[in-house]
């Protein structure tokens, strides 16, 4: 029997060039905003099932600690700390206690492998699964934030500033949750973590600072949460700094940035284990 070669049969069949051998390239990953905007919709779904225990919650205790700070501060500066507190402690029972345990949960279930199959940036996901939580923190924050300005004989006249306080202050907040779900080694201790950090916001934003020892005063400094309930509590006063306002509302924004940025790095290390 001979061999003929297949290049000269007609019809036969052609050798592969060696630029189909190599490897096929990889499409252009997605952008950030348009893969944030698919994780935030994905990420309100999903939380839209809790939506009403997480209100009810939030919202409640908020209430409960402006009802019980009544009875131990009078109206004026003190009662615009407990006011301003009180708000942003919604903001912050989200950030800090759900989403530590929500992406711990994640880590230790393996839910972070399905994310990291995605051709979405790392910082898409974290913004995503914190913009989604913190929405439902909106309708709990303006009422607890109405219902202690009734309370105390506060003015209602600028409460607009908390379409600022709320998103900066929470992507702060968030991006130090994020952060410790992420990076706790079991979900345990990411719960124990957010637990913590919002017993922190909890006694250092809601009681009046003037009442507290020096100590205690530099560990407020170094909430992040502080700066949102300064600039909150600030417009109360009959003529505001509007500078100093700004200037407490840059550092949330600040630190909101680099907590984030922590938090996208904690996900693609907690990714690629």
């Not at 499409?27 to 209100?55: D, F, N």
């Not at 400094?221 to 500078?243: H, I, K, Q």
Request: hydrophobic share 55%.
């Amino acid at each position: 029997m001979s061999v003929v070669p297949a290049e000269v049969l007609p019809g036969g069949a052609r050798a592969v060039p060696d630029a189909a051998a190599g490897a096929a390239e990889l499409g252009p990953s997605a952008r950030l905003w348009p893969s944030l905007v698919a994780v935030y919709r994905a990420q309100l779904s999903r939380a839209r099932v809790a939506r009403i225990p997480l209100l009810f919650v939030a919202t409640f205790q908020s209430i409960g600690i402006t009802v019980m700070m009544r009875g131990v501060v009078d109206s004026g500066h003190e009662a615009q700390s407990v006011v301003a507190g009180s708000s942003v402690l919604v903001v912050a029972y989200v950030a800090l206690n759900l989403l530590s345990q929500y992406f711990g949960q994640l880590r230790a279930s393996g839910g972070l492998d399905h994310y990291a199959t995605l051709p979405v940036p790392p910082a898409a996901v974290v913004l995503g699964a914190a913009a989604a939580y913190a929405s439902f923190t909106v309708p709990g924050t303006l009422v607890t934030a109405v219902f202690g300005c009734v309370l105390f004989g506060l003015p209602l006249s600028n409460l607009w500033i908390l379409v600022a306080v709320i998103p900066l202050a929470g992507a702060a907040l968030a991006g130090l949750g994020a952060a410790c779900g992420l990076l706790a080694p079991r979900p345990e201790l990411a719960t124990l973590l957010g637990q913590l950090g919002m017993s922190a916001a909890l006694l250092l934003g809601v009681l009046p600072a003037d009442r507290m020892p020096e100590v205690v005063r530099l560990a407020r400094d170094l909430l992040p949460s502080t700066y949102g309930v300064e600039a909150y509590a600030r417009t109360f006063a009959a003529d505001p700094d509007w500078a100093v306002v700004l200037a407490d509302l840059g550092v949330c924004a600040g630190v909101g940035v680099v907590s984030l940025a922590v938090a996208a790095w904690a996900y693609r290390k907690a990714a690629v284990r």
